[in-house]
């Protein structure tokens, strides 16, 4: 990590990551634009744009005018315009890859309706912003018990200061719709500040707080994924997964945002196959697709008459029998297109260090100690045997 609020903790202990990214020092590089123009001068005859990217806490990005055209880098504590008073952030991006990212986001280049940088950031400024976000935890604890007591079905998630302090958000999660008003008096009386509400996605929430998956790594969107794009069970369906919520829901409660990641080579696959609801005529009668093997090429029929006797057939097999029906022709019967594929029992399982062995960590018995055993077992042996006599 390379910001100071992870890095360390007291007494030089390790403190680790628990803002996942998003805690607005730019140290985890999370949301970093690599600045490819930076070495790069520009034309004579073309004007810089003095257009700033500033980035706050929770990933929160903004696009200001550097009207009095100070000399910024990436990096630069600046005190923004704010409403009402000012805040604090950090610069990320300059120059000619802002009107990009402006671009990018279609936001347009108009440096006049943007809002303003006032200044860098003095000590003073520094110190007051640092003074309230150590606050943030204390008063995140505080609004959850005021909203419990007013019987709200809503969760706060995460707390965020202006950088002088005069506005604070809070940002929450909800499944239905929210009555706040009495609770935004009960706030601001408590904590003497303008208070302001913002709902976040279940998918926010979760790369806000973080996790482990099930494939064992880091969640997504804690670590590297900064674009939430619906997902939907069409999806699973495509490539082949059961529709089992448990399997399929991430920890935010929704579809896991991997389904994505893959679905358009499955796609791009599926264009090879016939449409599964093609049914192929024969002689003994209609048969109906039942599975699909995206990776070996093979699709699986069965007559309507008998269900549970599925029959093997390639792509090409499968596309002839179509072509053959839509000239009006009948094939025999699907056991003349099977094809058995024939699996290699050696390629189910290869012992590469030994594995298929269950006791290969048991400790080898020593011959000589068995061999004192039975000498002493026999010298015991004749002892009683004379005692008899």
Request: proline residues 3%; glycine residues 8%; positive net charge.
């Amino acid at each position: 990590m390379g910001c100071s609020s992870c890095s360390s903790g007291p007494n030089g202990q390790p403190k680790g990551c628990r803002n996942n990214g998003t805690c607005g020092t730019d140290g985890c590089n999370k949301l970093t634009v690599f600045d490819w123009l930076a070495n790069m001068s520009l034309p004579d005859d073309v004007e810089p744009f003095y257009g700033v990217e500033v980035r706050f806490k929770n990933g929160r990005k903004h696009f200001y005018n550097n009207q009095e055209k100070l000399p910024l880098r990436i990096g630069d504590v600046v005190a923004t315009e704010a409403s009402p008073g000012h805040d604090v952030g950090m610069v990320t991006l300059t120059g000619e890859l802002v009107r990009v990212q402006m671009k990018k986001k279609k936001q347009e280049a108009d440096l006049d309706s943007l809002p303003k940088i006032y200044r860098n950031a003095s000590q003073k400024d520094i110190d007051k912003w640092q003074r309230v976000r150590d606050k943030e935890k204390s008063v995140q604890k505080e609004s959850r018990q005021i909203a419990m007591a007013l019987g709200l079905q809503m969760k706060i998630s995460d707390v965020e200061y202006q950088g002088d302090g005069s506005k604070v958000t809070f940002y929450y999660t909800a499944e239905e719709r929210v009555d706040f008003r009495q609770l935004i008096k009960d706030l601001a009386r408590a904590f003497n500040c303008r208070i302001e509400m913002k709902q976040v996605g279940f998918r926010q929430e979760a790369s806000r707080l973080g996790g482990i998956g099930s494939c064992g790594r880091e969640l997504c969107c804690s670590t590297w994924l900064t674009d939430f794009r619906s997902v939907n069970t069409s999806s699973a369906r495509y490539q082949q997964l059961s529709l089992n919520p448990l399997k399929l829901a991430g920890q935010c409660g929704k579809l896991k945002c991997c389904l994505n990641y893959e679905l358009d080579t499955y796609l791009e696959a599926l264009e090879e196959f016939p449409k599964t609801d093609t049914k192929l005529q024969t002689s003994r009668g209609t048969a109906s697709c039942q599975k699909i093997d995206i990776f070996k090429g093979l699709m699986w029929y069965a007559y309507e008459k008998e269900g549970m006797n599925w029959h093997q057939l390639s792509i090409d097999k499968v596309k002839e029998i179509v072509q053959l029906n839509k000239k009006g022709q009948e094939v025999d019967n699907l056991e003349d297109f099977t094809e058995e594929v024939s699996v290699d029992s050696s390629a189910l399982f290869s012992d590469g260090v030994g594995q298929e062995s269950l006791t290969r960590f048991d400790k080898p018995r020593k011959k000589g100690r068995n061999r004192k055993k039975k000498r002493n077992r026999n010298r015991n042996n004749r002892r009683n045997h004379e005692s008899k006599k």
